[in-house]
């Protein structure tokens, strides 16, 4: 990887002066990631082919995983340098059933299909947990890649309900800024504020199900189509 640069001004001898500087830290050691994956599948068919079923089991390891590392402000540079910071777990089943009728002159089927998947980080290389922020301005902490958890899980604070009078604000643990219809957030290490010790990991972005489905169908020169698909 190598280092970037960008344009800047100087102040030089009184006067401005125009140069570059560097936005972005190299790692000469950067290397491709690892993947290893396992299938073990079935596939069957059932009267003369009117009924076919597919199962997919599969397990798939990444190693030496890409990531920016954490680099402290001190360092001047905005761009975090990408390293092999750990190892990922996929693992999961994938379905597939159908049924088809091609005799006579209505013909159709059907055909439907599932996948269950898990995703874990199950090392760290770099020893601490990798934040993903909002591009605004705040850079509030919207997601962390932590071993034990899947990757980019969102972090936040678990809601409790809504405030409903300046009473409830005030028996609640001191919550900054708070007034009647805003979120009434839960003190989860039970400290009597609630701040960013509160924060644990809600949930991921991956899917844990996702599904298809498919209609078609023809009548003398007629046809029809029909697809779902969900998460």
Do not use: C
Request: hydrophobic share 35%; net charge negative; charged share 20%.
């Amino acid at each position: 990887e190598a280092t970037l640069i960008t344009s800047a001004n100087y102040p030089f001898a009184g006067t401005v002066q125009g140069g570059v500087t560097q936005t972005s830290l190299p790692n000469p050691d950067l290397r491709w990631e690892l993947s290893r994956q396992t299938n073990i599948g079935l596939d069957a068919s059932f009267l003369n082919g009117k009924i076919q079923f597919t199962a997919d089991y599969f397990i798939k390891k990444t190693e030496n995983m890409i990531l920016a590392a954490p680099i402290p402000g001190s360092t001047g540079v905005s761009e975090a340098p990408l390293v092999n910071a750990g190892d990922v777990l996929n693992r999961g089943i994938e379905l597939s059933l159908g049924y088809q009728k091609a005799e006579g002159v209505f013909h159709y089927s059907v055909n439907a299909n599932g996948t269950f998947i898990k995703n874990k980080v199950t090392s760290l290389g770099i020893g601490v947990p990798i934040e993903g922020r909002f591009p605004d301005a705040d850079g509030a902490v919207v997601t962390v890649t932590e071993k034990g958890y899947a990757i980019g899980s969102f972090i936040g604070y678990v809601t409790d309900g809504i405030f409903q009078t300046q009473e409830e604000i005030d028996k609640h643990a001191t919550q900054p800024g708070a007034t009647p219809g805003d979120i009434r957030f839960k003190d989860l290490n039970n400290d009597g504020v609630i701040n960013g010790k509160d924060e644990t990991i809600l949930g991921n972005p991956i899917p844990e199900f996702s599904y298809g489905l498919s209609l078609n169908a023809d009548y003398k020169g007629f046809d029809i189509s029909i697809f779902g698909q969900g998460i």
